[in-house]
């Protein structure tokens, strides 16, 4: 809203940023946008005397983004979960739902869940006096498993689909002894392979 002071008789022409224009001595700009920040002049004009230009500086900003990112992806249990905000320097105010810490106010929170289960995250994001909020983005905790499994002999083929929060595993394999004295003394092996949460192994006893 621009506002110029009563001239008795006087007519008015204001100028402005992405081509405004007014004859009125008070007009409004509607639905803003960055575009339209700058500089607003208005000239006063009585029986053809013109008076010398007026202008003030009207600042428009963006509302910020509220969205945010965060690693890993799929946590579990153990893992600690770093949040990033799409927009950097500005005022955060996060709420974690179950986690701890439950709420931070700092850029890039670190977060940890002690139980599985899917949890919302909350950030409003303040800068320029220009508020955002949100709630999204669940984060669905795992917990790790800690227990070995056996596989016996079954005639086909089997499968280990390993959790995401594993990147190792130990395997242990033997081999009986041979029967009728014509066979081995059988064998043993262990080892620790690489893997990546969701791939699969095959196994064949």
């Known amino acids: 809203n621009l506002t110029a002071s009563n001239v008795s008789g006087a007519t008015y022409a204001w100028t402005g940023p992405n081509g ?8 409004s700009v509607s639905n803003v946008t960055t575009a339209d920040g700058g500089t607003y002049t208005v000239i006063a004009t009585v029986n053809g005397c013109a008076s ?15 969205s945010f990112t965060f690693s890993p992806g799929s946590p579990d249990t153990s893992q600690n979960v770093t949040f990033t905000p799409s927009v950097t320097g500005a005022s955060y105010n996060w709420t974690f739902q179950g986690g701890n ?10 977060v940890k869940w002690s139980a599985a289960g899917t949890y919302n995250i909350s950030l409003t994001v303040t800068q320029n006096g220009c508020v955002s909020s949100v709630t ?23 499968t280990f689909v390993v959790p995401s929060c594993l990147t190792s595993v130990n395997i242990e ?10 066979g081995g003394l059988g064998g043993y092996a262990k080892g620790d392979l690489a893997v990546s949460g969701g791939e699969t192994l095959y196994v064949y006893v």
């Open 20 to 27: 405004f224009s007014s004859v009125s001595q008070n007009p």
């Open 52 to 66: 010398s230009p007026s202008s003030v500086n009207v600042p428009v900003y963006a509302v910020p983004s509220s």
């Open 101 to 110: 810490p439950a709420t931070s106010t700092v850029q890039n929170p670190v």
């Open 136 to 158: 999204t983005n669940p984060v669905t905790v795992i917990a790790c498993p800690s227990a070995s499994q056996t596989f016996t002999y079954t005639g086909a083929q089997q």
């Open 173 to 182: 394999a033997w081999g009986a002894q041979g029967g009728g004295g014509s």
